[in-house]
């Protein structure tokens, strides 16, 4: 008899199936005793009555792995509206040592540091779970979104020979005996890579080596990374990136759709143009200084709080950031040569996206270096490439972590990471 998931079982109603999970919880009263089975679909209640297989049952701590042989019968107040009958259980392992936590329990109530040190089992809980589908999701309508679009996707290195944003934030190793970096970004390979397909994308791990300890940062996260040639400017990146939002939350809601509920939220809308400040007009709105050189994630909240009071949208673009706070690579506003045509996208007055146009020509690179007093050597390999002729382009670069802990309502971005790597840790 061929194994089914749980949320099959209402289309074998008074038949016979076979399922395998997860003791999720035992409820053992005076004459009928409760199996409820877990599995990667849902969960699956087992009615016991024969007093043989109540003993077995009795016998198996939460978390032990069985396989169950019942009867369908329909029971409105039963998950899914069905329950198992009659049932055989066999335990397909030992009996399982209990977690440090109860995983039967609506919401996890360790600690976070807990849960991060029992990762392996606290992700089995259903609402810990599901933040990682939909993180799923959101890759798989990233990729489809740009695939649609004539993207290409492309895997780069992550051990690099010098450091991607000119900073001193990156993790240093022995590569061979030579000194090497793990990337902080595909920023350059993928800029390479329009002069190859002209559209390109990765999804892949980058490293930061920036000692923050704070709620929205990681020292290892997911960048889904884009990049695209023959651009005007700036602008046409940031529709791109419109577009590709839209396609991403639109899966989420499709795949995902269970995994939502169970966290009791739903994607935003994505507006179909996103407003966009300036960002000395967003140092205005955020009542800052108008010589302020960033925007503070205070200053990030009232520009979101703006947004959503004065366009209804949960998103807003900042564009025009002062160039002495962009990359070497970051092509200048040519009305405004201080500004850059670069931009952040915010979510509900946190930064989500990075992205902008690039300078795309060889001369320029060798003059963006020299005014920052950077030798070009470390960056003859990527620099070299624009004396072959390479097109406008830009790119953006989306935080899978911070999105995820955006459209979750979590509020710390360990709790949307399955083994979280910070300032404080490296295991499980």
């Known amino acids: 008899m061929q194994r089914i998931l749980s949320d099959q079982l209402t289309r074998h109603t008074g038949g016979t199936v076979r399922i395998a999970g997860w003791v999720h919880r035992r409820r053992l009263l005076k004459s009928v005793a409760f199996l409820i089975v877990r599995d990667a679909a849902g969960l699956a209640q087992v009615v016991v009555t024969d007093p043989a297989v109540r003993a077995q049952v009795e016998a198996l701590p939460e978390e032990t792995v069985v396989e169950v042989v019942a009867t ?3 029971n409105p107040a039963a998950p899914a509206g069905v329950e198992l009958t009659d ?28 849960q991060l040190d029992h990762a392996p ?13 939909i993180s799923a999701a959101a890759v798989a309508g990233f990729r489809a979104t740009l695939d649609a679009r004539r993207f290409v996707e492309i895997h780069t290195p992550k051990v690099v020979g010098s450091s991607t944003e000119s900073g001193a934030d990156v993790f240093a190793l022995d590569w061979f005996g030579r000194p090497a970096y793990l990337a902080q970004s595909p920023q350059f390979y993928k800029q390479l890579m329009v002069g190859v397909f002209e559209r390109v994308y990765e999804v892949g791990p980058v490293f930061r080596a920036e000692p923050h300890d704070t709620v929205r940062h990681l020292a290892q996260y997911t960048s889904l990374d884009a990049e695209l040639g023959f651009v005007a400017d700036h602008r046409d990146v940031m529709a791109v990136l419109r577009d590709t939002l839209a396609g991403m939350l639109d899966t989420v809601g499709d795949r995902a759709g269970a995994a939502l509920a169970t966290l009791g939220v739903s994607p935003p809308e994505v507006p179909a143009q996103i407003p966009a400040v300036h960002f000395t007009e967003a140092l205005r709105i955020a009542g800052a200084p108008a010589d302020e050189p960033d925007l503070a994630p205070a200053h990030e909240r009232a520009v979101g709080d703006w947004a959503r009071r004065e366009h209804g949208s949960d998103f807003v673009f900042v564009t025009g950031y002062p160039m002495a706070k962009r990359p070497f690579y970051t092509h200048p506003d040519p009305a405004r040569p201080a ?13 989500l996206v990075t992205g902008g146009q690039r300078l795309h020509r060889y001369a320029d690179y060798l003059a963006a270096l020299a005014a920052r007093g950077e030798p070009v050597e470390p960056y003859a390999g990527y620099v070299d490439a624009f004396r072959h002729g390479m097109p406008p382009h830009g790119g ?13 309502g979590a509020p710390n971005i360990r709790e949307v990471t399955a083994f979280p790597r910070d300032l404080h840790r490296l295991t499980p």
Do not use: C, K, M, Q
Not at 87 to 111: I, K, N
Not at 121 to 133: D, E, G, I, N, Q
Not at 339 to 351: A, I, K, M, T, V
Not at 396 to 408: D, H, K, S, Y
């Open 396 to 408: 953006f670069a989306i935080g899978l972590e911070r999105l995820v802990a955006r459209l979750t």
């Open 72 to 74: 369908v019968a329909a």
């Open 121 to 133: 089992v606290a992700l089995r809980h259903p609402r810990r779970s599901a933040a990682l589908r």
């Open 339 to 351: 500004h850059s045509n670069g931009f952040d996208l915010l979510l509900r007055g946190l930064e």
């Open 87 to 114: 049932p055989t259980v066999r335990p397909l392992g030992p009996p399982a040592v209990a977690p440090p936590f109860d995983l039967y329990r609506p919401t996890l109530t360790a600690s976070l540091p807990t």
